[in-house]
Every structure is written in C-alpha cells, then in structure tokens.
C-alpha cells in the first residue's frame, strides 16, 4: 500500500515537474520567437519594400549605346538597389509563357518595347521619392514610359509604420503574460509544498533555508525550458535562412545572440523571483489558513 501511495506521489512530481518546463518553454519560446521578429521587423519590411519593381520602358528607336549608358547610369545611382535589363525579345517570350501561346503569330511583329526593371533601395521607397526619381528618368528623350504600382506603394508607406506600432504593444502584452504564466506556474508547484515548507518552520529552519531548496529547483527547471525554447527557436531561425535565403534573417549575430541570451536569463529569473514571492507568502501564513 505504501509503495503504491509512494509510486502515486512521485508521478506528481514528475508531472508537476513536467508542467512546469512545458509552461516555460512555450511561453519563453514564444517570447523569443517575438523578440527575433521585432529586431528583423526593419529587414522584413525593407525586403518587402525593395520587391517594388519601377519598369522604365525605352522608345523602339532607342539603340543599344543608349541602353548601355542607361545601365552604366543606374550603376552609379544611389537609389538603385539592382536592376534588370529585359529586352523586348526576352519580354514576348516570357509573355508567350504566361498566355500559353505565341501572340506574335497573330499580329506579326513584336509590339513590346526593351526595358529595365528597377528595385529601389528600402529608403527610397515613398510616394514622394518615387515621383523625384521618375521626374529624372522621364528627362531621358529616350524613356518611354515609367511604370509601378502606385496602389501597393501607397499600401506600403500607410501600413508599415501602423504594424510597427502594433509590435510594440503586442511585444508588451506578450511579456506581461509570459510573467504572469511562468508565476502561476510556480506558485502551483510552491503550493503542493505548502506543508513541507510549514513543517520546516516549525521545527527551528529559518525562512532562507526554506526557501534556498526551492529556488534552486525552481531555477534548474526554468533554465530546462529556456534552453529547450533556445534550441528550438535556433532550429526556425535556420529553417527560416534555409527556406527564404533573401530575408537573410542570420545577418545581426550580436542582436539575434542578445535575444536568446535574454531567453536563458529570463528562464532563470521570472522562476526566481516567482517561487520567493510564493514560498515567502506560504511561510508567513498561519497553519490554519494552510488549509
């Protein structure tokens, strides 16, 4: 019978254990995990802004020492992040690939005209400095027309500063909760010992003898969780580098380093500070409220 009972008590441990370091690698891991989208916010938005593609479209009579001292130009251009020439033999056949069928057949020239397209640099993606820059081309007797879409732009320089702002506040509410979650956590597992923590005051031990065995476990299982968040937040990071190699999310070693090294002391001090908090509370109780 006493094993039994024995057997039944060390599997309640074991899950109470077991719950904790779950708690705290999934609230750590989805601390981290935003903690790393935060400091790659301005890459993320600034590859997305460098997708926008300004088409400069040359006339048909355009010949080619003018488009190489038009390539030879947006070399030396400061907004200029790259830039791809299409001629327009390229262009008709890409055309033919979309539409499934050759429509030169049927109007018996190539209609389309040579061009370049164009990605900005992130800091020149706005409304106001892709008019200046479509100003300057449009100089060019030899430019046809210069393309992009207005719409997207728009979208872009309206929503960018409104989610960052949205980050901000759900970075809070995340760490707030992380807190709150990782400390209930704890004082469940103080409370299970709530008569052992008694029974050792009774008989003489003083409040930081009490408190020093459950600190320290307190910390070992936390110090569990965060590295299991840390491993698991490394392994996205490169699922992510492998998969989307242009958002080049490993460029800032010392911040990403700086994150998961937050996650680890994070790990030991939230169960630190809780399991003071809660074993302090139970040693300055009387016997009577213990039940």
């Known amino acids: 019978m006493a094993s039994n009972f024995e057997k039944f008590q060390k599997r309640r441990v074991i899950t109470s ?12 891991f989805l601390l981290g995990a935003l903690g790393l989208f ?13 997708d926008i593609v300004m088409t400069v479209f040359f006339k048909t009579e355009a010949n080619d020492s003018i488009i190489k001292a038009f390539d030879a130009e947006l070399k030396t251009a400061k907004f200029a992040k790259d830039f791809e020439y299409v001629s327009k033999e390229k262009a008709a056949r890409d055309h033919q690939k979309v539409l499934g069928e050759d429509f030169m057949q049927f109007l018996g020239v190539n209609p389309l005209q040579n061009s370049f397209d164009v990605h900005l640099k992130a800091e020149y993606v706005t409304r106001e400095s892709f008019a200046k820059i479509e100003n300057r081309l449009r100089k060019n007797e030899m430019v046809a027309d210069v393309v992009y879409d207005k719409q997207l732009l728009t979208l872009v320089n309206d929503n960018v500063k409104q989610i960052s702002m949205w980050i901000l506040i759900i970075s809070g509410i995340f760490a707030f909760i992380s807190v709150v979650l990782i400390n209930s956590s ?3 597992s103080i409370y299970s010992n709530r008569f052992i923590i008694k029974t050792m005051q009774l008989v003489g031990a003083t409040k930081s003898f009490i408190r020093k065995p459950f600190i320290m476990r307190s910390i070992y299982l936390g110090l569990i969780g965060a590295v299991m968040a840390v491993i698991a937040l490394i392994g996205v990071l490169f699922y992510i580098q492998t998969n989307y190699p242009n958002l080049d999310i490993l460029k800032d070693v010392v911040l990403t380093s700086l994150v998961l090294l937050g996650v680890l002391v994070l790990g ?11 074993t302090q509370r139970f040693l300055n109780l009387r016997t009577d409220d213990l039940y």
């Open 17 to 28: 254990y077991f719950s904790v370091v779950l708690s705290v690698f999934l609230v750590l």
């Open 38 to 50: 935060v400091i790659n916010s301005k890459r993320i938005s600034d590859n997305f802004k460098e």
């Open 186 to 188: 704890m004082r469940l």
């Open 268 to 278: 030991a001090l939230i169960p630190w500070i809780s399991t003071f908090f809660a």
